[in-house]
């Protein structure tokens, strides 16, 4: 089908306050995106396992295009615009809508998904914890975050403990393994922010089944495509928390 492509190479520097909005390419869907955006990477993750086409349009966070707004007054991203037309918006509703119309491979296994459901519920805890983190909104220290993070994450080693699969998914990764993935990112770039990478190393033995997934995911070529350094995301992170982030450069 084709790889995702940008319409143009200055495309984060012109989606901005002011711009005008990007003409449509008939018959090809869009995702409008922010480049380290974990909600919108769980999208990037399900587009390119699925080889489906699209344009990607950056927005400039900080200096929303009026034209934007109009597409998602909540103002956030992802939002997809499939092929014919239909706005789709909240990561897990794009993913969802996206396994539904391309089943091809499929993303839950019928054996184990009202299980998946449950976990992917579950994640928002996790989720919940790391963006007060990221916006300093928590301040506790980070040892003391880290460990209900933990405590968190036990429910899914739990899991891997049962089904005895390298993914959640079976063989190959599924729904809540994309889901998940972009938060365990975002996770580990903190840790390296906060200067706790040795903290996480005490953890590491608790999860073996964990660590087992952490290393098969982070090679699969539809992470690969769009991964950043957890050095990079973590000046990301930091420039998020100063509210000067650049994002024609990012």
């Known amino acids: 089908m084709g790889r995702p492509y940008y319409i143009n190479s200055s495309l984060r520097k012109l989606f901005i306050l ?16 922010m480049v380290f955006c974990p909600f919108v990477m769980r999208i990037h993750h399900v587009l390119s396992l699925k080889q489906i086409p699209y344009d990607i349009v950056n927005i400039n966070l900080q200096k929303k ?6 597409l998602n007054p909540v103002g956030k991203v992802p939002v997809y615009i499939d092929s014919d037309g239909t706005v789709v918006t909240e990561s897990v509703t794009v993913a969802n809508y996206l396994d539904e119309k391309y089943p091809e491979p499929p993303l839950y296994n019928d054996e184990t998904k009202s299980r998946d459901l449950e976990l992917i519920d579950h994640l928002s805890k996790i989720i919940d914890i790391i963006t007060n983190v990221v916006y ?8 003391e975050i880290l460990i209900e993070i933990m405590d968190n994450l036990q429910k899914y080693e739990n899991e891997f403990d049962i089904r ?31 200067k706790q990478h040795a903290s996480v ?5 608790r999860f073996p089944h964990m660590m087992k997934w952490v290393e098969g995911m982070k090679i699969q070529p539809f ?3 769009y991964r950043s350094s957890y050095t990079k995301l973590a000046k990301f992170l930091e420039a998020l928390r100063a509210k000067n982030v650049d994002y024609d450069n990012i």
């Open 164 to 194: 005895k699969m390298t993914f959640f998914g079976g063989s190959n990764p599924g729904m809540l393994d994309i889901l998940m993935w972009p938060w365990f990112d975002i996770g580990m770039a903190l840790t390296l922010l906060h």
């Open 65 to 70: 295009p009026q034209w934007f707004l109009q």
């Open 18 to 33: 002011g711009s005008e909005k990007p003409a449509e390419v008939k018959g090809r869907a869009r995702l409008y995106s």
């Open 223 to 225: 992470v690969l495509k």
């Open 136 to 143: 300093e909104k928590d301040k506790r220290e980070f040892e």
């Open 201 to 205: 190393e005490r953890h590491k033995k």
